[in-house]
C-alpha cells in the first residue's frame, strides 16, 4: 500500500478556515502530512489550528489569494521551514448573496459587482496560487495540485451563475495547466479537480433547509436527480484528495471528478 502512502509530504490548503478546507486539511494530517492552512482571516486561523493540531503538524499563515505578493512571501516562508511544497489544494472560493439568484429574480437583478467578486474568488482565487506554488513544483519536479470545481459546471444549475462560470473556468485551468507542467515541466508535477455533488453547508443551508428543519423544494429537485438519494457528507471528499495526491494516481492529471452521489450520471428518467 506504499504507494498510497503520503507521510511527510508539505501540503498547502487555500480557504483552511473554512469547512471544506479544514476536512481536507484534517485528512491529511492524519495520513502523516504537514499542512500549512492558507486564510485571509487571522481569527479563523486561529480556531482551526486550535481544532487540527491534535491530527498531526499544522500551521497557519493570513495569506490573500488574489494577491500575487502575498502568496510569494507566504511561499518563501514555507519554503524556507520545509524545503518543498508537494500538494496544493486550492479550498478558497464560495458563493455570496449578491450573486445568487431568488426564485423571483432574474439574471437582470444580478448585482455585477458582487458577480465580478465571486468570479475572481473562485477563479483567480485558484488560478493565482497555482502560478505561485506550481512554480515551486516545478522547481523541485514533483507535486500535485488539487482544485475546487462543481455540479455547476456539468449543466445549468439556476440561480447561481457567477458561481457557475468561475468554476467552468476552475475546469478548463486544470486542463490546461496539467497539460503546461507535464508538457514544459515534468509528468511528475499534476494538476486536477474534484467536482462535489450537493453537501448541505453554511453558504448554502439556506436554499436547502427550511427553518423547522425540513427539506425546500430545491433539495427534493435535488435528491430526485441523485442516484444515492441523500446528500453528501464534506468527510466524503477526503479520500479522492488522499488518492490524486498520491503516487496511486501517478498518470492521471488533468481530470475532473464528480463526487456527487450519480448526480452527473443520471438523466433524471
Same mark, same amino acid.
Given at each position: 500500500?506504499?504507494?498510497?502512502?503520503?507521510?511527510?509530504?508539505?501540503?498547502?490548503?487555500?480557504?483552511?478556515g473554512?469547512?471544506?478546507?479544514? =476536512? *481536507?486539511?484534517? =485528512?491529511?494530517?492524519?495520513?502523516?502530512?504537514?499542512?500549512? *492552512?492558507?486564510?485571509?482571516?487571522?481569527e479563523?486561523?486561529?480556531?482551526?489550528?486550535?481544532?487540527?493540531?491534535?491530527?498531526?503538524?499544522?500551521? &497557519?499563515?493570513?495569506?490573500?489569494?488574489?494577491?500575487?505578493?502575498?502568496?510569494?512571501?507566504?511561499?518563501?516562508?514555507?519554503?524556507?521551514?520545509?524545503?518543498?511544497?508537494?500538494?496544493?489544494?486550492?479550498?478558497?472560493?464560495?458563493?455570496?448573496?449578491?450573486a445568487?439568484?431568488?426564485?423571483?429574480q432574474?439574471i437582470?437583478?444580478?448585482?455585477?459587482?458582487?458577480?465580478?467578486?465571486?468570479?475572481?474568488?473562485?477563479?483567480? &482565487?485558484?488560478?493565482?496560487p =497555482?502560478?505561485?506554488?506550481?512554480?515551486?513544483?516545478?522547481?523541485?519536479?514533483?507535486?500535485?495540485?488539487?482544485?475546487?470545481?462543481?455540479?455547476?459546471t456539468? =449543466?445549468?444549475?439556476?440561480?447561481?451563475?457567477?458561481?457557475?462560470?468561475?468554476?467552468?473556468g476552475?475546469?478548463?485551468?486544470?486542463?490546461?495547466?496539467?497539460?503546461?507542467?507535464?508538457?514544459?515541466?515534468?509528468?511528475k508535477?499534476?494538476?486536477?479537480?474534484?467536482?462535489? &455533488?450537493?453537501? *448541505?453547508g453554511?453558504?448554502?443551508?439556506?436554499v436547502?433547509?427550511?427553518?423547522?428543519?425540513s427539506?425546500?423544494?430545491?433539495?427534493?429537485k435535488?435528491?430526485?436527480?441523485?442516484?444515492?438519494?441523500?446528500?453528501?457528507? *464534506?468527510?466524503?471528499?477526503?479520500?479522492?484528495?488522499?488518492?490524486?495526491?498520491?503516487?496511486?494516481a501517478?498518470?492521471?492529471?488533468?481530470?475532473?471528478?464528480?463526487?456527487? &452521489?450519480?448526480?452527473?450520471?443520471?438523466?433524471?428518467?
Amino acid at each position: 500500500m506504499s504507494m498510497f502512502d503520503l507521510s511527510g509530504n508539505v501540503a498547502i490548503v487555500t480557504g483552511g478556515g473554512g469547512v471544506l478546507g479544514s =476536512s *481536507i486539511s484534517k =485528512s491529511l494530517l492524519q495520513a502523516g502530512v504537514k499542512v500549512v *492552512i492558507l486564510d485571509i482571516r487571522q481569527e479563523a486561523l486561529d480556531t482551526r489550528i486550535e481544532e487540527l493540531k491534535e491530527y498531526g503538524e499544522v500551521s &497557519g499563515l493570513v495569506c490573500n489569494v488574489l494577491d500575487m505578493d502575498s502568496l510569494t512571501g507566504v511561499r518563501q516562508q514555507i519554503v524556507d521551514k520545509w524545503g518543498r511544497i508537494d500538494i496544493l489544494v486550492n479550498a478558497a472560493g464560495g458563493n455570496m448573496p449578491g450573486a445568487t439568484l431568488t426564485e423571483e429574480q432574474t439574471i437582470f437583478d444580478m448585482k455585477v459587482t458582487d458577480f465580478q467578486k465571486v468570479t475572481d474568488l473562485n477563479m483567480n &482565487g485558484t488560478v493565482y496560487p =497555482s502560478m505561485v506554488f506550481g512554480e515551486a513544483m516545478a522547481k523541485q519536479g514533483k507535486g500535485s495540485i488539487i482544485n475546487i470545481s462543481s455540479m455547476a459546471t456539468y =449543466s445549468a444549475i439556476t440561480r447561481v451563475p457567477g458561481y457557475s462560470v468561475a468554476k467552468s473556468g476552475v475546469n478548463i485551468f486544470t486542463q490546461w495547466l496539467a497539460t503546461e507542467l507535464a508538457m514544459k515541466f515534468n509528468e511528475k508535477i499534476r494538476v486536477n479537480a474534484i467536482a462535489p &455533488g450537493f453537501f *448541505i453547508g453554511d453558504q448554502n443551508r439556506a436554499v436547502l433547509i427550511n427553518p423547522d428543519g425540513s427539506y425546500t423544494e430545491r433539495s427534493k429537485k435535488v435528491l430526485a436527480k441523485t442516484p444515492m438519494k441523500r446528500f453528501g457528507d *464534506i468527510t466524503e471528499l477526503n479520500g479522492i484528495v488522499q488518492f490524486l495526491c498520491s503516487d496511486a494516481a501517478s498518470f492521471i492529471t488533468g481530470a475532473i471528478i464528480p463526487v456527487d &452521489g450519480g448526480f452527473s450520471a443520471f438523466s433524471g428518467v
